[in-house]
């Protein structure tokens, strides 16, 4: 078997760079509309400190509500499986290929998120990224690492309300990390529970998109 070559052996992703807090930060104001998907035994509105997330506060420090641009990313981003980890079980017949829990999915709601004013969020979706010395294995790596520069990033002196970036599980689409700093500048409307009738065809779009095959 032939050795690997440098690049095909992956490398973690470097801490913040000593100089990040006299860097200039890619700003972008953020405006529209974002969704989450929460578990409705905690609020719609919701800042959490369980260090367990990609830019949770590494000693809880400060807490994290997270966000998608639609409700599609923020499904896949909260809801599907990690790869490989119900590989083995076959969900359907009909060509389903991505197996969630039933009542994994009916412990869940939806929320619209409302900026009540312009989010400063730091922009990690492209030129952003070599702006502060990183690249894609920020967005997509280990979270340790990431934890330690969501931490440098909501300590500079610029105060950003949060981190806008392409979502790991689908990077069409934008999620946005928002800091509890940023609590008074958005309105979360819960939409009910993802089971709910209403949200029947919503929930049917979402499983299509993903190939999403539903466990009892």
């Known amino acids: 078997m032939a ?27 953020y405006s529209s509309e974002l969704y989450r998907i929460h578990r409705l035994k905690h609020a719609a509105k919701f800042f959490g400190r369980s260090r367990t997330h990609r830019w949770d506060a590494p000693h809880g420090e400060y807490g994290v509500m997270y966000t998608g641009g639609t409700p599609f990313v923020s499904f ?20 389903a290929t991505v197996p969630v829990s039933g009542s994994m999915v009916a412990s869940h709601g939806l929320a619209r998120v409302t900026p009540v004013e312009p989010l400063r969020c730091v922009d990690l979706r492209g030129p952003g990224l070599a702006r ?38 689908d990077p069409d689409d934008t999620a946005l990390a928002i800091f509890d700093r940023a609590g008074g500048k958005t309105r979360v409307d819960p939409l009910g529970g993802l089971k709910e009738p209403r949200h029947r065809e919503l929930l049917a779009r979402i499983y299509e998109r993903y190939g999403v095959g539903e466990l009892p």
């Open 76 to 95: 896949a981003e909260t809801l599907l499986p990690a790869p490989g980890t119900l590989a083995r079980i076959t969900v359907s017949a009909t060509g």
């Open 132 to 169: 502060v010395g990183a690249d894609g294995r920020l967005t997509t790596g280990s979270h340790l690492v990431a934890q330690r520069w969501s931490l440098a990033l909501w300590a500079h002196p610029s105060a950003p309300d949060g981190i806008l970036y392409r979502s790991r599980r």
């Open 3 to 29: 050795r690997p070559e440098p690049d095909d052996i992956p490398s973690p992703h470097p801490d913040p760079p000593p100089d990040l807090l006299q860097r200039t930060l890619p700003i972008t104001d």
